[in-house]
C-alpha cells in the first residue's frame, strides 16, 4: 500500500536523497538562527527546503512554495508567494514546478 511508503520524519532528522537533504522544513537556520535560504545552503549544501512559502534557488539550495491558500488574512498587499512544489530526480537534477491558477502544464 502505498502508506506504507510513507517515512514521516521526526524533528532534526535528516532525508537525503541523491545527496540532496529534503529533511529540512527550513524555519531553523544554523546555530539556532531564523531559517533563510542561505542558512540552508551553509548547514546542508544541496538541499530543498520550504518555510518561505516563496520559490527560490540559490546554487544548490532550492526552496518551493506553498501548498496552503495564497491569502491567509495576515499577509496583506503585494506577494511572492506562490505554489511550488519540486521534483527530484534519480540522478539528483531537480526542477521546481509553480502552479498558477488550476494550470500546471500546457494545454
Avoid at 2 to 16: F, N, P, S, T, V
Avoid at 34 to 62: C, D, K, N, W
Wanted: some cysteine.
Amino acid at each position: 500500500k502505498a502508506r506504507d511508503r510513507i517515512k514521516w520524519l521526526g524533528y532534526d532528522e535528516d532525508y537525503r536523497v541523491a545527496g540532496i537533504e529534503l529533511g529540512a522544513h527550513g524555519h531553523k537556520g544554523p546555530n539556532g538562527a531564523r531559517g533563510s535560504l542561505r542558512g540552508m545552503e551553509a548547514a546542508y549544501g544541496s538541499s530543498v527546503s520550504g518555510h518561505a512559502h516563496t520559490p527560490e534557488i540559490l546554487r544548490q539550495a532550492f526552496q518551493v512554495g506553498t501548498c496552503s491558500l495564497l491569502k491567509q488574512g495576515y499577509n496583506k498587499g503585494p506577494s511572492s508567494w506562490m505554489h511550488c512544489s519540486c521534483l527530484v530526480y534519480p540522478n539528483g537534477a531537480r526542477q521546481l514546478i509553480n502552479l498558477i491558477g488550476d494550470r500546471w502544464r500546457l494545454e
